[in-house]
């Protein structure tokens, strides 16, 4: 059973800085590629970063030069470091599991519960 626990989300400044991690289980974590979704008020749920398996990474363009995915494989873990924040970077983020590359159009099956992200002005 795929496992993804998020944490490191909470309020910020405009301008401050979080890392959010996820730890996987119930993978085999060197194999998949990882995500950051995140989700607004009233908005879709949208790609942030990914990286594959074999560190090829896509970002979002809103998040270019502030937001950094990396992964850890021997800790089964994923992280989003966000810099620069924005109040429109506030929404809900989640991490997201995949046997193959993920892209914008990928259909997730795996998630986590979601971290919250709050940035004031």
């Known amino acids: 059973q795929v496992q993804l626990v998020e944490s490191g989300g909470g309020l910020v400044q405009a301008g401050g800085s979080l890392r959010l991690s996820c730890v996987a289980s119930?993978?085999?974590?060197?194999?998949?590629?990882m995500g950051w979704f995140r989700q607004a008020p009233g908005k879709e749920r949208e790609l942030v970063e990914a990286?594959?398996?074999?560190?090829?990474?896509y970002y979002k363009e809103s998040v270019k030069g502030r937001f950094t995915i990396s992964r850890d494989n021997a800790k089964n873990t994923v992280y989003l470091q966000m810099n620069s924040l924005k109040p429109e970077d506030t929404a809900v983020y989640y991490c997201?599991?995949?046997?193959?590359?993920?892209?914008?159009?990928?259909?997730?099956?795996?998630w986590g519960q979601g971290t919250q992200v709050t940035v004031s002005s």
């Open positions: 997201a599991a995949n046997s193959r590359p993920i892209t914008i159009a990928t259909i997730i099956s795996n």
């Open positions: 119930g993978i085999t974590f060197s194999r998949y590629a």
């Open positions: 990286i594959s398996s074999s560190g090829t990474i």
